[in-house]
């Protein structure tokens, strides 16, 4: 993958999330590519290069706190064009290139920029038009492209959140991918094992001549196994006899007739045909025994699902690849196509079969959907037989199975970004509003005494306040926006200061089983939310068991051990990328999750209890500390059997630490101090907040502690107040603003008073923020925070000046 390069900037951070998703996609086009064709593999990678080319231009050209936007990071596409069959390339506003895969100076012999390409007369101008109608509409594509003989297509996108960059992709046509595919496959090993079952195969193009052809028909043909045979007629091949049987030129009328089953494997004029040629005893102009054999293991060696249907529409053969694609149960075996489909779809298929096996021509395709898997359709070809003795329909059905759960894993992935994305605004706007509650009570407590009648319902909705804080916590926690505080640590450590907790909270009828493993490497993360992590997996496991035995009566096994890039390889897990892990294992004697349940546990506000039981956010808390602390969860569940009984399993990636690992440490912090005892003091401090009911609540906790406090609802309105008055001792400024925001209002501001401390407040955590807030004397409070914890603030923030 070459990258050109451009100004020298400062480099760009990379999120975790967007490199694990290119990752994730990136190897779903690869088995999509192994399982399926080249086209199919293609058009997912090319729109997920460009999905994932939009995300990383909206992380990296519109930073969250305004400034320069610094230069792209380009390793996700980079990995994802790497992994890509087609040649992809990708171009900036001045038509520079920016960066284009192997594939690209495979095809093009160089990195030439698009649309100056090396292709035939007048093709420059066709594929410059098309960059400029992607410019223009966002999106344009060219079927042909003539390239030094070859045909390509072209795909021109635009992308990136400033819409400054096209993607240029340069694949096969439609349809000539499977073509090449079944090529090569011809010519390959594959033709070599139908060349033992005795078939003899080419590809024939629409002119008739041959594209490629396996070795036993290469020599039977012309006398040897290597010659010049493609591209020369097939029908000069072969001559006919009196009775019109065909035999090869070269063995005369002596050999054995030959039966010639010509199979179209794709539909358009322009597309290659499969021929298979078998010998055929001397005068049986049915096809015989032999020859039947011939056509079954022709069957049974298609890389693809096929399936012979007789005149009476029932099953005469399928090979492995039908049965798996169709989920075939081998006890009990299907007689007619329908007995495989839900009851809408048999009507359709059975009126297809008898019109093709009544004599039409051509295929056709339908959407089908299974028993079986009725939510998801698959795609059934259907075409006339001929010349394959009592067989009257081809039927070939594709194996969904890789593709359908890719797609899942994908969409489920999507949905909890989206969701964690929601989650996170919702838990800063709440957090804003809960600021304002909790000010107001501890406002008004200052006015009563534990003995007033008003004062336990203020207490009462201060402590509702502080609940609805915890959750808007949980959810800051799923969205991975919450304060980590990481240390290097050992996980049975962190098991063991659990362990008296976990025993008061399971019961004494539940049994607790910790296995540690040896060797165990340490890991970096956050030791109270590891903490929090093994306490709501213990917990739900204990809700699990006493769900299925009212007594509560189980197991609860927490087991760690480590996983080398070795065996997370063998695994061949699409999401878990190869490296050394230690593994925090979970798992319970309770009824296990139902199949429809297990995709959905790790969503917010999701839960199997009663209402009133339960808020949902045990598990997507668990999610979102994982995935903040740079690891991987999965979740199983398992049935009854030799091994054990039912249950459900929990399995924690934790990456390695290595000692000479970069981390991103979180600021160093001053020695503690002893909290002052008066929190009342003097000086100016400039509140600069843009939600009305916090602002007034801040100042009025501040004017109660001596302070003399200047608002404005916005940077610009707070850089307008500096200009007509004194330099106040003290800025304390939101984050997040309309018009400017916190950090930008204070770069203009240290212009003016270089030394100025800073209070930065937010409802969103202060690691999500710490790039931008990322500047000197500065001190973090996070909302919601009471009128205490801000008079502690804001004297902390006064003392360091």
Excluded at 94 to 116: H, I, K, M, Q, S
Excluded at 132 to 152: E, H, P, S, V
Excluded at 506 to 528: Q, W
Excluded at 551 to 565: D, H, M, P, S, W
């Amino acid at each position: 993958m070459a990258t050109f390069p451009a100004p020298p900037s400062a480099p760009a951070p990379r999120n975790p999330a967007l490199i694990a998703l290119g990752c994730g996609v990136a190897a779903a086009a690869v088995i999509l590519l192994l399982v399926h064709s080249v086209a199919l593999a293609a058009a997912f990678l090319a729109g997920s290069l460009v999905l994932t080319g939009g995300l990383i231009a909206a992380r990296r050209f519109f930073p969250p706190s305004g400034g320069t936007a610094p230069e792209p990071d380009w390793s996700v596409a980079r990995a994802l064009a790497a992994s890509s069959p087609d040649a992809i390339a990708v171009t900036d506003r001045a038509g520079r290139l920016v960066c284009a895969n192997d594939r690209y100076e495979t095809v093009f012999g160089g990195f030439p920029t698009p649309p100056g390409l090396p292709l035939e007369p007048g093709e420059i101008d066709r594929l410059g038009s098309v960059g400029r109608a992607a410019w223009r509409d966002g999106r344009a594509t060219l079927d042909r492209l003539a390239l030094k003989g070859a045909k390509l297509a072209a795909e021109v996108t635009r992308a990136g959140e400033e819409e400054n960059l096209l993607v240029w992709r340069f694949f096969a046509p439609q349809g000539l991918d499977l073509a090449q595919t079944m090529e090569n496959l011809i010519a390959g090993a594959t033709g070599d094992r139908l060349g033992g079952a005795g078939i003899m195969a080419a590809l024939i193009n629409p002119d008739g001549r041959i594209r490629a052809a396996n070795r036993v028909l290469r020599a039977r043909a012309m006398g040897q196994d290597e010659g010049a045979i493609v591209g020369r007629d097939f029908a000069r091949f072969l001559i006919t006899d009196a009775q019109g049987m065909a035999r090869f030129e070269r063995e005369g009328l002596t050999r054995n007739p030959l039966r010639v089953l010509q199979i179209p494997f794709l539909d358009g004029d322009d597309a290659p045909m499969l021929v298979a040629l078998i010998d055929e005893e001397e005068g049986h102009a049915a096809i015989g025994e032999s020859a039947s054999a011939h056509i079954k293991s022709l069957v049974a060696l298609m890389p693809f699902g096929v399936a012979l249907i007789g005149g009476d529409g029932r099953f005469l053969q399928m090979n492995d690849a039908f049965a798996r694609a169709a989920a075939v149960d081998p006890a009990s075996p299907p007689i007619y196509p329908g007995d495989l489909l839900v009851r809408e779809d048999k009507g359709v298929v059975a009126d297809a079969i008898r019109r093709f096996a009544g004599g039409a021509t051509h295929s056709t395709d339908l959407a089908v959907r299974l028993k079986d898997h009725p939510d998801e359709p698959v795609a059934l070809s259907i075409a006339g037989a001929r010349g394959l003795g009592d067989s009257a329909v081809l039927l070939s059905l594709k194996d969904n199975s890789e593709e359908t759960r890719l797609k899942r894993e994908v969409a489920q992935a999507t949905k909890m970004q989206a969701v964690g994305q929601l989650a996170g605004g919702v838990a800063h706007d709440f957090n804003n509003i809960l600021t304002a509650i909790i000010g107001h009570c501890d406002l008004m407590l200052m006015r009563h005494s534990p003995g007033d009648s008003d004062y336990d319902d203020i207490q009462q909705i201060r402590a509702n306040s502080n609940r609805a804080a915890s959750l808007t916590r949980q959810l800051l926690a799923f969205s991975r926006q919450q304060t980590l505080r990481p240390q290097v640590l050992q996980l049975p450590d962190i098991i063991s200061e659990v362990s008296n907790l976990l025993k008061r909270l399971l019961g004494e009828t539940v049994t607790l089983t910790v296995k540690h493993g040896r060797n165990l490497s340490p890991v970096r993360a956050d030791p109270g939310q590891l903490e929090q992590v093994v306490v709501n997996l213990a917990v739900n496991a204990r809700d699990a068991m006493i769900a299925k035995d009212p007594r509560g009566v189980g197991t609860l096994t927490i087991q760690t051990y480590a996983v080398t890039a070795a065996q997370v390889r063998k695994l061949g897990s699409d999401i878990l990328p190869p490296a050394d892990y230690v593994v925090l294992e979970v798992s319970d004697t309770g009824g296990g999750i139902p199949p429809e349940i297990l995709p959905k546990i790790f969503e917010p506000f999701f839960t199997t209890k009663e209402v009133g039981k339960g808020t949902g956010l045990g598990l997507s808390t668990v999610y979102g500390i994982v995935k903040q602390s740079g690891g991987w969860i999965f979740a199983d569940s398992v049935k009854a059997g030799p091994q054990g009984p039912a249950g459900a399993v929990f399995t924690i990636y934790l990456p390695v630490h290595t000692a000479g690992a970069l981390v991103d440490a979180a600021p160093a912090k001053a020695a503690p101090r002893g909290k002052p005892a008066d929190l009342w003091g003097t000086g100016t401090i400039l509140l600069v907040e843009d939600e009305d009911m916090v602002r007034a609540v801040a100042e009025r906790a501040l004017t109660r502690q001596g302070y003399t406090v200047l608002t404005a609802e916005n940077g610009e309105a707070a850089l307008e107040l500096l200009v007509s008055c004194d330099k106040p001792d003290l800025l304390i400024s939101d984050v997040m603003m309309p018009l400017m925001d916190g950090p930008t209002m204070v770069r203009q501001v240290r212009t003016r008073y270089p030394d100025l401390p800073i209070l930065f407040m937010s409802g969103y955590a202060e690691e999500t923020l710490r790039k931008s807030i990322d500047l000197d004397n500065v001190a973090f409070l996070a909302k919601p925070f009471t009128v205490q914890q801000l008079a502690e603030a804001t004297r902390e923030a006064l003392r360091a000046k």
